[in-house]
């Protein structure tokens, strides 16, 4: 069979340094279907488009594919979505399968546009749907042993230059581990993986590193969530990749309290390890315990001050806009951001994403005023905060990346070119939440840039402009 899979391009390249980075859902299913003889091609469209709107036309091996797969997150469900209709009305014989964390969380919205559709984790559902043998609409997928996946078969993935038979891209992508113990209200890695940690045997992780390496990788990314959470493991892990003494620098993501165990940051270090990317997400306490994040402002700063010391860079991930942040604690979090020698910075504005208990709360308390998927990136406002008007935290998060990159005439530059592309595609965006924070003022629903309105506030947004809002 010939099976095309697709990773739909976002509305807005926020993360186009790292737009060779691909989700990982395709390849692994793809791999899997290629082990079992099948055809398979993998485009992720911020490096080939798979459709041309203009012209109505997909790429050639699309075309022909018998099975069509589309993954996608909330911020690129409605291209996923445009896809899906597109194909289904050009060939309506192909088979069109949608997956991946989006349809995840709201299946039934998933199946308006495809055949069927792949709940949670595909591996062990997607060849009995692929080839046909489970035609259910809605399709349940089940928790993967880690150690049954095997490594990532790049070849597949189209679009990628190849430099002296190895694939142009810089950080060998490997995941390791999936779930995460925790809990925080706003991620959708527990709905998607569950709480149960998962992580694959060591030597299997090293195989897959030292494959890479020979096919000339100097850098990996592990994909994992929380890379350190099982510490007898990843130690394990961490002593072969130093005995393999191989030139390979490599990152993850990982918790604040990783630094508590001696041994590991010492590990860590002398691993390669040279970017660790933490969940900061604030410095006020009370956004902590909204967050539901267990850890403390003085794990966080020992943390950032621990690795820089080891020699480590620190990417320093913030979220903006908890209940219990105003405009005085989100500066301070800005402030913070920068003083806490953190390398880089990601701030995000807090946003539901479907499927977490900040979602649910959301639509509960009808907080909700921005419907449009492709809004839902965390560069945008999309639900009414408590503390600080709409357009005032929209500021913050400008702000907050001037301030942070206000470091060097590079970095300044890069943060000033960014955000004039970004206003520049927001334009209606930013006008709808001026007149939406106007419109919420007059009708008393926020006094001193405080949230007062207790019943459904759906009546106040403003129908002409939520429509032109829509991006067609
Ligand atoms: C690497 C990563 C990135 C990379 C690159 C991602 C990319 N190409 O888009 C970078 C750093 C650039 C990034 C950026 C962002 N990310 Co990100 N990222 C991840 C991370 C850590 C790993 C992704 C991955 O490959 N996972 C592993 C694969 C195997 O999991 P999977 O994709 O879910 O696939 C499985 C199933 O879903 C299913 N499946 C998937 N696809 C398909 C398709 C078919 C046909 C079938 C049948 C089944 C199926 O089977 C797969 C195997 O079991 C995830 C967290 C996570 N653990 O997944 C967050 C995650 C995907 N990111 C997330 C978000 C929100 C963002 C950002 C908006 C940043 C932000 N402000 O939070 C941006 C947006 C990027 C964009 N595309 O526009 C959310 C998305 C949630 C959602 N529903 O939208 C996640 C889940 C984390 C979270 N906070 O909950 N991200
Ligand atoms: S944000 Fe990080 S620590 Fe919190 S649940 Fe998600 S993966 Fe786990």
């Not at 690129?76 to 949608?98: G, M, S």
């Amino acid at each position: 069979m010939k099976i095309a899979l697709i990773e739909p391009k976002p509305p807005f390249d926020a993360y186009f340094f790292l737009k060779k980075l691909p989700l990982l859902g395709n390849l692994f299913l793809g791999t899997m279907m290629k082990n079992a003889g099948h055809t398979v091609k993998v485009y992720k469209e911020n490096m080939i488009p798979a459709y041309n709107e203009k012209t109505d036309e997909f790429l050639p091996f699309i075309r022909e594919a018998d099975v069509v797969g589309i993954t996608g997150i909330t911020h690129t469900a409605n291209r996923a979505y445009l896809l899906a209709d597109a194909l289904k009305r050009q060939f309506p014989e192909k088979k069109v399968v949608l997956g991946g964390p989006h349809v995840s969380a709201l299946p039934e919205e998933g199946f308006q546009h495809a055949d069927q559709v792949v709940v949670g984790e595909g591996e062990n559902v997607v060849l009995d749907v692929f080839e046909g043998r489970n035609k259910d609409d809605i399709v349940y997928g089940s928790v993967v042993n880690m150690n049954d996946v095997p490594p990532l078969d790049l070849k597949i993935l189209q679009g990628y230059r190849y430099k002296k038979e190895k694939i142009d891209m810089k950080h060998a992508p490997i995941m390791a581990s999936r779930g995460c113990p925790y809990d925080c209200n706003f991620c959708s890695v527990t709905k998607m993986f569950g709480r149960k940690y998962r992580i694959k045997d060591p030597d299997l992780v090293m195989e897959e590193v030292m494959m890479r390496y020979h096919e000339g990788f100097r850098y990996a990314f592990f994909y994992d969530d929380n890379f350190a959470a099982n510490h007898e493991k990843t130690k394990i892990f961490l002593e072969k990749l130093i005995r393999a003494d191989i030139d390979l620098r490599w990152s993850s993501q990982f918790r604040v309290e990783v630094v508590k165990d001696k041994e590991m940051v010492d590990l860590l270090s002398r691993a390669k390890c040279s970017t660790v990317f933490i969940g900061v997400e604030s410095i006020n306490p009370k956004a902590l315990l909204d967050y539901n994040k267990k850890q403390s402002v003085e794990d966080i700063k020992k943390c950032i001050k621990t690795l820089s010391e080891r020699g480590m860079k620190v990417h320093s991930m913030f979220v903006l806009g908890a209940d219990s942040d105003n405009g005085e604690t989100i500066e301070e979090t800005i402030r913070f951001s920068r003083a806490s020698k953190s390398t880089t910075a990601q701030f995000s504005i807090l946003f539901p994403i479907p499927g977490t208990r900040l979602y649910q709360e959301m639509k509960d308390q009808d907080r909700i005023f921005i419907n449009n998927w492709d809004y839902y990136d965390g560069s945008h406002t999309v639900i009414l905060p408590k503390q600080i008007t709409p357009i005032k935290l929209q500021k913050k998060l400008i702000h907050a990346y001037k301030h942070f990159y206000a470091t060097t005439i590079i970095t300044w530059l890069m943060s000033r070119l960014g955000f004039f592309m970004w206003k520049l595609t927001n334009k209606k965006f930013l006008r709808y939440l001026r007149y939406f924070t106007r419109k919420l003022k007059k009708a008393g629903a926020i006094q001193n840039g405080i949230l007062t309105h207790k019943g459904p506030l759906t009546d106040l947004v403003p129908k002409k402009l939520s429509e032109a809002i829509i991006r067609k």
